[in-house]
């Protein structure tokens, strides 16, 4: 996560000023005579910027433009991110459309929201859409999208995540926040902030803020959070700062016991995207710049044994860990298979279908990361990431 590499600082450094120059529509800065190409393309790629950093790269002149091959590389990953966006938006579009004619109410959130805040929307990459939906709706939702071709993946504490080859991703919310989280007090009456007009239901501005917020946060806590979700809020701030209420931004950030942790937020995307001398030496910086864009399967392993320890007492050992894992909870399976719940006896047969699934068709099971859970908690990296929680405001929260 810590990294001393010069070329790590210098290719992130000049990658957030072009990032900078699209925000704020300014010429992009020429490249030194030692900008290495390659490794800035691959931290826009680490963080999903590769299609947005073109935007800048055209505005260069020829002279200034990385090798051809680079470029291509470039080009290609834009175009791609192109027809992918432009897929999304269709298919959300219809599906919006065969919610609205059932009477359901339903709300963008995430990505479908922020995108809109970009100079073009088609610069802000999604993996997946995140909608809000009423939890007395769900079998009507749950039926929608089997009329659609989709494929129910999970059922687990009112989050429906369903897909359809080859790309599309749903993550249908009945709740902003899981039923067990402690920001669930603030977020539990979510519909009575949302706002209806023209026919589509938005949250207000100081939830989408307070949200955003929260799951920024709770990805840093779990594993990590790369740059692209800060440049969420530096953008919505960009547009909407003067429009919030900040009595209500407030009271609900020293609910979640925020407020520090905003302050941090606000301060390193001012510096990242408002100075002509990024940070990329920090404690934050460097972990955020060095965590992908949704954190680091590494940083999850590290975080979650360290919470077992302080929760426990004891060190965790890995063999166990990985015995557990073999063996996933009665909800885990609940969440895949639906009829479990209805044969709770029939656990140990749902464990081998469970496998079954996820080896022959899924194919995601990834044996290279059974070292982590050998990860150690009494190490330099271990002591990195505590201080970077500690930096953020967000001790309080573990």
């Known amino acids: 996560m810590k990294t001393s590499d010069p070329k790590f600082k210098e290719s992130y450094k000049y990658l957030l000023r072009l990032l900078s120059s699209i925000l704020c529509n300014a010429q992009p800065p020429k490249p030194n005579a030692n900008t290495d190409w390659a490794s800035v393309f ?28 680079i470029m291509s590389e470039f080009k290609d990953i834009q175009l791609s991110e192109l027809i992918l966006e432009s897929n999304i938006q269709l298919e959300t579009e219809k599906l919006l459309n065969e919610f609205n004619s059932k009477g359901l109410q ?9 995108k809109n805040y970009y100079p073009i929307s088609a610069m802000r990459t999604m993996s997946d859409v995140d909608i809000l939906y009423r939890e007395e709706d769900k079998r009507a939702i749950k039926a929608i999208f089997v009329e659609q071709g989709y494929n129910l993946v999970s059922d ?31 977020f539990k009456n979510v519909w009575d902030s949302v706002e209806e007009k023209d026919d589509s239901f938005n949250l207000s501005l100081e939830y989408t803020y307070l949200y955003m917020l929260e799951h920024l946060a709770k990805h840093i806590e779990c594993a990590g959070a790369g740059l692209r979700m800060i440049m969420d809020v530096f953008v919505f701030l960009k547009s909407e700062k003067d429009n919030l209420n900040r009595e209500v931004v407030v009271e609900g950030l020293r609910k979640l016991n925020l407020l520090e942790f905003e302050k941090k937020i606000i301060a390193l ?130």
């Open 269 to 398: 995307a001012e510096n990242w995207f408002l100075s002509e001398d990024p940070d990329t030496e920090s404690t934050i910086a460097q972990f955020l710049l060095s965590s992908s864009t949704f954190g680091l399967t590494r940083i999850a392993f590290l975080q979650s044994n360290l919470r077992k320890e302080r929760k426990t007492g004891r060190k965790q050992n890995g063999v166990k860990l990985i015995i557990r894992s073999l063996f996933p909870s009665y909800n885990r399976i609940c969440a895949r298979f639906s009829s479990a719940k209805r044969f709770k006896a029939f656990y140990p047969f749902y464990i081998i279908a469970y496998w079954c699934l996820r080896i022959f068709k899924d194919r995601n099971v990834n044996t290279s990361n059974l070292g982590y859970y050998f990860i150690k908690t009494d190490s330099e990296e271990a002591d990195f990431l505590l201080e970077t929680i500690k930096d953020l405001g967000l001790e309080g929260r573990m």
């Open 106 to 114: 339903t709300v963008l959130l995430k990505g479908m929201v922020l």
């Open 156 to 186: 687990i504490d009112n989050e429906l995540n369903f897909r359809k080859p080859p790309f599309h991703h749903y993550e249908m919310h009945a709740f902003l926040v899981g039923s067990h989280h402690k920001s669930q007090e603030l």
């Open 42 to 69: 691959y931290a826009a790629k680490d963080h999903s910027v590769v299609g947005m950093l073109c935007y800048a790269l055209e505005k260069l002149p020829p002279e200034d433009l990385p090798p051809k091959k």
